[in-house]
């Protein structure tokens, strides 16, 4: 049985639910092992009955069914990112400033969701709970209020808003986990990075994956405002020991990349 998702609907008091067909499709997955799951994860016909639907790839990345098997996870989260990427504008319509505007609006769409992924890995995050039911019409809002933004940006990037969650690049992965051979935390913080890291670090002692995750939520370290939430303060620790678990967490990240380049 699938985990019930949390959030309430606005206006309606009730939580929000599954479509049934979602449901019976994503239980059926349970069992099934991260190599037929890779295998599964290739078939792009989604009128072939082992096509993997998007609210079901969700489901498994968000409940760490994964985290064990860094090759599923990847080819899970490589296979949702292609998803994403193909039903956003394509950056090469159009002539040389409609390109860019289009390559915004992509980047916009891809970082606000991969954000989320990072939040929910640090604490459950009912944000997403709408893409578990209508993915495509998620991602679709998303796009719209890309546009929009990108329509009246004026100056510096602006990131999306965060209403986006009302329902209304497929790089080979040893090219881009070869750029972080000198991991550093702001190479930690780096979008890309954020997308490919995540099964490394669910491999890490949990002391250290705590740390790396809330990294990736851009939560910082400390900070004299007593108000803000640290990583520090929810650990309960001081400022040190989080830096000393970040770096022997970097340090092992850089390893396991190290070794996968050379393959």
């Not at 890309?146 to 690049?169: H, N």
């Not at 490919?196 to 851009?218: F, H, K």
């Not at 650990?235 to 070794?259: H, P, S, Y």
């Amino acid at each position: 049985m699938l985990e019930p998702l949390r959030k309430i609907k606005k206006g309606a008091g009730e939580l929000y639910v599954r479509p049934r067909d979602v449901e019976i499709t994503t239980e059926g997955l349970l069992v099934l092992s991260g190599a037929e799951l890779i295998k599964r994860a290739g078939v792009t016909d989604e009128h072939d009955s082992d096509f993997l639907r998007s609210e079901s790839i969700l489901y498994l990345i968000r409940r760490r069914r994964l985290d064990h098997d860094q090759r599923a996870f990847r080819a899970l989260y490589e296979e949702l990112r292609r998803r994403i990427r193909r039903a956003l504008p394509r950056p090469d319509w159009g002539g040389i400033n409609t390109s860019a505007r289009l390559e915004e609006i992509q980047q916009h769409v891809l970082d606000r969701f991969n954000k989320y992924l990072c939040e929910d890995r640090v604490e459950y995050s009912t944000r997403l709970d709408y893409y578990e039911c209508r993915f495509n019409d998620a991602i679709a809002a998303l796009r719209k209020i890309a546009s929009r933004d990108v329509r009246r940006r004026r100056g510096p990037l602006i990131g999306l808003s965060d209403d986006s969650e009302s329902p209304s690049q497929n790089y080979e992965v040893e090219e881009a986990l070869s750029r972080f051979r000198g991991t550093s935390e702001d190479d930690i913080r780096d979008k890309t990075f954020r997308l490919n890291a995540l099964a490394v670090i669910s491999d890490l002692p949990d002391d250290q994956r705590r740390v790396m995750e809330m990294l990736l939520a851009d939560m910082p370290i400390d900070s004299k405002d007593p108000t803000v939430v640290t990583i520090a303060s929810v650990l309960k620790c001081d400022e040190k020991t989080v830096r000393n678990r970040r770096d022997r967490a970097i340090r092992a990240i850089q390893a396991v990349m190290q070794g996968e380049a050379s393959q």
